[in-house]
């Protein structure tokens, strides 16, 4: 079956050139929804490098200036690729894309047995050497009413010394990062949020399959391939659904899995808690005369592929629940916590550049940031702040 609707990317790009980097910017909506794509991946596969869209479309990536004659590949799940070589982008560049056409799937057998290879299958389709990544960390809460009230941005490097004989674990360093705080306001939900999300939007398939799908929890699920296969990267990709054998699963989540057809490598993974998974996540018990209670969880990861490699590109996770104190009763607010990862670079690793004294160990303790600008990521990808989260610059008094 054919799908006719157009995706639209208006990019306004303008090319800088300073210190050896370029950039292009823009934005990127689906033309028959007018929606912003925020699973929209930019790259120059040849060479690790990589960028995505923001929750508005949005993005602006850079690249140094020696690859202006190599080709940027924009790829989203379902759309067919816009392939233009990275010089040729200009003010006024209109690109229209056709949704990729969907097919009837062919995939036969077991579907846990596909999914067993699948992950069988990582070290021949996913790093199997020592790589380091450098990608742009994302940290917000948001509440009902108030808006953004809590932001920790940084750009990290993650070591992956994974071979293909054995596995480790990615060590991270925050290499620039700032923080912006709404302290009257997130004081009522302290001991929410991680120490460090960065460990877990970080860790990619190399250091291990999922918990929930590994070894014998891979039992606690059903699985279901999906009647209909769609593109990804010019590739033919097919889904396969998977839901809890019954109630009593522990962090019970629905979700999909995206397969490339060629290879069996991973693509995507995403699910939502059902809602006993929440409340096996974020309790109701009163805590610091705080009750809490989860209304959702769910999260993804995208892999991209860069030199020949299924890289992790995309990483994120978001927690609602609502907050009552109970001594003062006018105090209830829904939560919203989002944490992100977003991979610039993928490239092989020689030496470790992260000293143990160096490993980031929580991100509570990134500095506090000054005017939020744009211009103190210098040429580090990074994704860009919607107006709404500009918003907090006003609430605790800094210029934006």
């Known amino acids: 079956m054919r799908i006719n609707s157009i ?15 370029s950039s292009i910017s823009g934005k990127i909506i689906d033309k028959e ?3 912003p794509l925020s699973n929209a991946y930019l790259s120059i596969p040849e060479k690790g490098f990589s960028s995505q869209t923001n929750a508005m479309g949005e993005f602006k990536f850079f690249f140094p200036k020696i690859d202006l004659d190599s080709n940027i590949v924009i790829a989203a799940i379902g759309y067919k690729n816009f392939i233009k070589k990275a010089s040729e982008f200009d003010s006024t560049n209109v690109i229209a894309l056709e949704r990729a056409e969907l097919l009837a799937s062919v995939q036969g057998g077991d579907p846990k047995t596909l999914l067993k290879e699948a992950f069988a299958l990582v070290k021949k389709n996913n790093p199997s050497s ?29 070591e992956r010394p994974h071979t293909a004989k054995q596995t480790g674990i990615e ?6 990062g700032r923080k912006y705080e709404w302290t009257g306001q997130t004081a009522k939900l302290d001991g929410w949020g991680f120490m460090n999300g960065a460990a877990i939007v970080t860790r990619s398939l190399e250091g291990g399959i999922p918990d929930y799908l590994d070894k014998g929890n891979i039992h606690d699920y059903n699985f279901k391939i999906d009647s209909l296969m769609t593109y990804f990267n010019d590739s033919l ?20 899995i995206w397969l490339n057809v060629n290879n069996q ?41 860069l030199d020949g490699k299924w890289h992790l590109q995309d990483s994120k996770l978001v927690f609602v629940a609502e907050f009552e104190d109970k001594l003062e009763k006018k105090f209830a607010t829904e939560a919203t916590m989002t944490v992100q990862f977003m991979a610039n670079e993928s490239l092989k690793m020689g030496r470790s550049a992260i000293k143990f004294d160096d490993e980031l160990l929580t991100t509570n303790d990134f500095p506090k940031g000054g ?29 934006k």
């Open 171 to 176: 060590k991270v360093k925050l290499l620039k």
């Open 33 to 35: 929804t007018q929606q």
């Open 265 to 305: 490598a991973i693509v995507r993974i995403e699910y939502e808690m059902t809602p006993e998974g929440v409340k096996d996540v974020i309790g109701g018990s009163f805590v610091d005369n705080t009750k809490k209670v989860g209304k959702s969880v769910k999260g993804y990861t995208q892999f991209l592929p």
């Open 130 to 158: 020592p790589m380091y990544q450098i990608g742009f960390y994302l940290e917000t809460i948001e509440m009902a009413k108030l808006g953004f009230v809590k932001i920790n941005e940084g750009i990290l490097r993650v």
């Open 237 to 256: 990709v097919y889904s396969m659904s998977f839901w809890p054998v019954n109630k009593r699963v522990k962090a019970a989540r629905n979700g999909k």
């Open 371 to 399: 005017k939020y600008e744009e211009k103190f990521w210098v040429q580090s990808n990074h994704l860009l702040p919607t107006p709404a989260m500009l918003e907090i610059a006003d609430k605790i008094g800094v210029k």
């Open 7 to 21: 995706l639209i990317l208006f990019l306004f790009p303008f090319l800088v050139f300073s210190q050896g980097y």
